[in-house]
């Protein structure tokens, strides 16, 4: 554990607590969370939560998120949720462990903020797989929640709780569409440049599999901002840019910025817990284009320089 540390000046700041730091999206979140002036104090909890950067004004507490440990809390005025499984695959084969990482930690929560945080506010993180079946390329945050992989199914038991636990006021759930970025060693960028080097092109699906792509500082940001407005925003919001894009499209866009002529070729096999279309509704998007708006090539280019510096001597 890190000792506690002063805090920034500012009787309109917030304090914040993040669960689930070490993360793709968490230590992002932590980076943009301890760049806004808005906040004066963090504290993040969970498993490795000491080994990701954080801020001098910030403490870490290590460990399995569950009462004991939120016990030793500071009560926050902003929750973030970033816990959960990694990925869709892990999940299918491994359900309950996927389901353990979320919904004891959640249960926990729940039981603190009913009990001694009145007044703390939940942003979960969720995820778009809670639409599943229903995922289309106008998917709306009313789209009936048809799950098709355990990872999903933990997303929409997880929301549920949420709902039944606490009031309208004190939680909004972020349903994020396809995120990627630099720290992102898993999924279908990282897997590809992976196959590019070792001349291995094919990919699972038949290519026409439509994604809506969303840059991770776009999101942490989206997700900062409804911290500090926690009453400006939506109870329920997708985080999508509404611009859904083939996985053939994608591929191809991202060989040409790594410098090669190749392309993608498919088995057409579909991976269990992939929807054919997953694409936010661009209508409903609209009051968000100011937050998500990395272009998908641009956003590709600064992955794939992360990508090549983890090659450099």
Known sequence: MIGRVSSRS??????????????????HLTDAISRSESFNYIEVAGFHASN???PSFARAL????DSQLLGKCSRPDVIFWAIGGASVGDSVRNPEHDRQLSIPPLNDLLELMANQWRGSHLVFL????????????????????LAVSPYGESKVASERMIGESLEDSEYTLVRPFSVYGPGLRRQLIWEALAK?????????GTGDEMRDWVHVNDLVQLLVQIGVRTDGFPRILN???GLGTSVRD???LLFQIAGSSSQPTFAGTKRIGDPDRLVACPREQAPLTG?????????LRDYVRWHASLHRP
């Open 10 to 27: 500012g009787s309109d700041q917030r304090r914040a607590l993040v669960l689930g730091n070490a993360g793709f999206i968490g230590r």
């Open 52 to 54: 990701a950067p954080i």
């Open 62 to 65: 290590e460990g399995r998120v």
């Open 126 to 145: 969720s995820s778009a797989a809670v639409y599943g079946a229903s995922g289309s390329e106008e998917t709306r945050t009313d789209s009936p929640l």
């Open 196 to 204: 590019l080097a070792s001349g291995d092109l094919v990919f699972f």
């Open 239 to 241: 985080a999508g840019t």
């Open 250 to 252: 994608v591929l191809g």
């Open 291 to 299: 937050y998500l708006k990395t272009t998908l090539n641009a956003g």
